[in-house]
């Protein structure tokens, strides 16, 4: 703009030497400051046109430069992603399996002789499954619990807003060299075979390791296991050894069953207190003595010793186009001390339909009976919902679940127990649960 402005001023002052020489006399003097002054105009616009030039040509580098480091980040792009692809399908990313849930509880218990409570509880669990190899994997879980409860993952709300604890839940090795055999070692999900009783509860995880084998889908399955129960530096250890022999295979009309033995050998345990250390320790119902103990929970321990043998059957089939479970749970502590031994557990029940995480709509109902005797299990595994969690009760459990939407889940439980069985200072429980599920 500024040459086109600097060549019409050029333009007009020629003009006007030109219209001066024919309309007017100009001196020699004028003349030739005129001439002057045109001289300096055609200098200064051949500098500016000069200058305008040199400007196109850099800004021409700049937009050639621009252009090449688009197209360097656009490659680069493309070979992250392309690096990405190859990695998300064969490399460290394709190993990694990450899942988790939460859960929001409303829960009311109304106990015999207590207090009646209403609570607002959560759960939260978050972990991974890593692929090592072909045969190697790895999981972890972090979940919350209060004080370590090796029974429960729920916290209370509670405390006026406090920070909420959270857990290494779970943290175990697996080998699988073949589809027969399964080896594990660490903080691992329980190893043996359960139906849908209440004689274990869900959210414990046993450290130790385990060895399992099966036929194929269908056929023979065993299991061998230790549970480290107690680590001591002046007494003997305490532990669990275990073995589980089964059966499972379909019939002609593809209804699918299964049978169970296993036996659960409890070692140094009798006069020790095998419980957790503070506010969730307990004996949780099996019989006590105050004096040759070699270790104590509160000057107490543990009067027998546990060694559980346990059979469980499953039968799977349809009703109305719908899946139909029967179970059936008995255990028998051979190990019970006292002349009349209370050793003696049983469990039997249905489940009607099932919640899938995936289908809108889908609803699972179920109802089952069970009666544990004072020391016929190890109360450290038994739920610690059922009966308030404790041996020496009965009673039935009434549960269902509505799936809302695609990995958001209602479900409910309501349980109405009898506490002391074995005694006849019997005591009435009721509990209600109703949960909101997420799971992710």
């Known amino acids: 703009m500024s040459s086109q402005r600097n060549t019409a001023a050029i333009i007009a002052v020629s003009l006007a030497l030109a219209a001066g020489s024919a309309h007017a006399q100009v001196s020699a003097d004028e003349l030739a400051a005129l001439r002057a002054q045109l001289a300096a105009l055609q200098e200064r616009l051949a500098a500016l046109e000069a200058a305008q030039q040199s400007q196109a040509s850099q800004l021409e580098e700049v937009t050639t430069a621009n252009a090449d480091q688009q197209e360097s980040i656009d490659q680069g792009a493309d070979n992250l992603a392309r690096a990405l692809g190859e990695s998300a399908s064969s490399g460290w990313l394709a190993r990694w399996q990450w899942r988790g849930d939460l859960r929001y509880r409303n829960e009311n218990i109304n106990a015999e002789g207590a207090v009646a409570r ?5 759960r939260g669990r978050f972990g991974a499954l890593a692929r090592v190899n072909d045969t190697v994997r790895v999981e972890w879980q972090l979940s919350t619990a ?10 209370t709300l509670s405390d006026a807003n406090s920070r909420k604890s959270v857990y290494v839940d779970l943290a175990y090795g697996e080998w699988t060299p073949n589809e027969q055999w399964r080896l594990t070692a ?3 999900k329980m190893p043996w075979t359960r139906v849908g009783s209440y004689f274990y509860d869900g959210d414990i995880n046993p450290e130790g390791f385990s060895a399992h084998w099966q036929q194929g ?3 023979w399955f065993a299991s061998s296991f230790v549970t480290r129960l107690a680590e001591r530096s002046a007494l003997v250890d305490s532990e669990m050894l275990g073995v589980q022999l089964g059966f499972r295979d379909s019939t002609a009309s593809g209804d699918r069953y299964l049978m169970a033995l296993s036996y659960l050998d409890h070692r140094a345990v009798e006069g020790h207190a095998i419980v957790q250390a503070g506010s969730v320790g307990g004996f949780f119902g099996n019989t006590t003595k105050a004096t040759d103990c070699r270790s104590n929970f509160g000057g107490v321990c543990l009067a027998s010793d546990y060694d559980v043998l346990e059979w469980q059957g499953e039968w799977q089939t349809r009703l109305a186009d719908r899946p139909l479970t029967l179970f059936a749970n008995y255990a028998l502590n051979t190990a019970a001390s006292g002349a009349k031994p209370l050793d003696t557990a049983y469990s039997f029940g249905f489940a009607y339909g099932q919640a899938m995480t995936a289908v809108p709509s889908s609803w699972e109902l179920g109802l089952l009976y069970q009666l544990i005797e004072r020391d016929a299990m190890f109360a450290q595994w038994v739920d610690s919902d059922f009966a308030g969690g404790a041996t020496d009760a009965s009673g039935y459990a009434l549960r269902g679940a509505y799936q809302l939407h695609p990995n958001l889940r209602l479900g409910w439980v309501w349980m109405i127990n009898e506490l002391q069985v074995d005694s006849p200072a019997r005591k ?9 599920s997420w799971m992710f």
């Open 428 to 436: 009435d429980y009721e509990r209600i649960m109703i949960d909101l």
């Open 146 to 155: 209060e004080n370590a409860d090796a029974r429960s993952t729920n916290i």
């Open 118 to 122: 209403n609570r607002d509880r959560i």
């Open 186 to 188: 660490g903080k691992l």
């Open 217 to 219: 889908s269908t056929g």
